[in-house]
């Protein structure tokens, strides 16, 4: 059964940092890529970044340079390193296997003032 569990957000300010964890299980994690999305409230949600099973990683533009994405295939985690933080990076973030399953956790709160 597959299982999500995202953790690591809260509150910064401005041009702070965080640093998002996803345990994953249920699935053969080291052969499948990962990514994190997030929605924002009254928005869609929308893809931040992915990472293969061979590490080769990708963002959105928006976070391109800010954001780093990794994984731990040891301990089947992947993580999202989020600096220099803005306003518009409200929402909520999840983590889903790449293309994603119709499960997801339950998201993790990020809310960054200005």
């Known amino acids: 059964q597959v299982q999500l569990v995202e953790s690591g957000g809260g509150l910064v300010q401005a041009g702070g940092s965080l640093r998002l964890s996803c345990a994953a299980s249920?699935?053969?994690?080291?052969?499948?890529?990962m990514a994190w999305y997030r929605q924002a409230p009254g928005k869609q949600r929308e893809l931040v970044a992915t990472?293969?099973?061979?590490?080769?990683?990708n963002y959105a533009d928006s976070v391109l340079g800010r954001f780093t994405i990794s994984r731990n295939n040891v301990e089947n985690t992947v993580y999202l390193q989020m600096n220099s933080l803005k306003p518009e990076d409200t929402a909520v973030y999840y983590c889903?296997?790449?293309?994603?399953?119709?499960?997801w956790g339950q998201g993790t709160q990020v809310t960054v003032s200005s």
């Open positions: 889903n296997y790449q293309p994603e399953l119709a499960v």
């Open positions: 249920g699935r053969i994690f080291r052969l499948n890529a």
């Open positions: 990472i293969t099973s061979s590490y080769i990683t």
